[in-house]
């Protein structure tokens, strides 16, 4: 079975250890890494080869944006998912290189969705 690498990168930790508990709740995905701003995602990224980065929009140093943009320049071939709680960001998002954008408030099954879809190489939002 494959087995998706994911890295959770949000400024909140009870988010981001939520996110990253419900994620390994299903057997093809797995957790790598996480981190708290965007150097210390790169940082880990770089060390333990996610497939995808799911990237708070609001996270510290540059935000989700400029933060995909860094990202996808950086870690060729890396998925980036967004999160958010503001749904003006999509746009901005997927031109900034993003392949996915979910909303916060979404069900576990959409979340899972929407990371298997990308790693699959799908466009995803939601």
């Known amino acids: 079975m494959r087995v998706i690498r ?7 930790p009870a988010v ?3 996110l990253c ?4 709740t299903q057997p093809d995905m797995k957790i790598v890494g ?16 996610p497939e995808i980065i799911l990237v708070d929009a609001g996270i510290p140093e540059e935000g989700g944006i400029e933060a995909t943009r860094r990202i996808k320049k950086d870690i060729p071939g890396v998925k980036i998912l967004i999160l958010t709680t503001h ?8 031109e ?17 969705t929407t990371i298997r879809e990308i790693t699959e190489k799908r466009p995803a939002a939601c």
């Open 21 to 24: 508990s419900i994620i390994e």
């Open 34 to 49: 996480s981190a708290r701003d965007i150097s210390e995602a790169m940082d880990k990224a770089r060390k333990l080869h």
């Open 6 to 12: 994911s890295l959770v990168a949000d400024k909140n």
């Open 96 to 112: 900034a290189g993003a392949d996915g954008y979910l909303m916060k408030d979404c069900c576990r099954s959409e979340l899972f």
């Open 16 to 18: 981001c250890d939520g």
């Open 87 to 94: 749904p003006g960001y999509m746009r901005e998002s997927f």
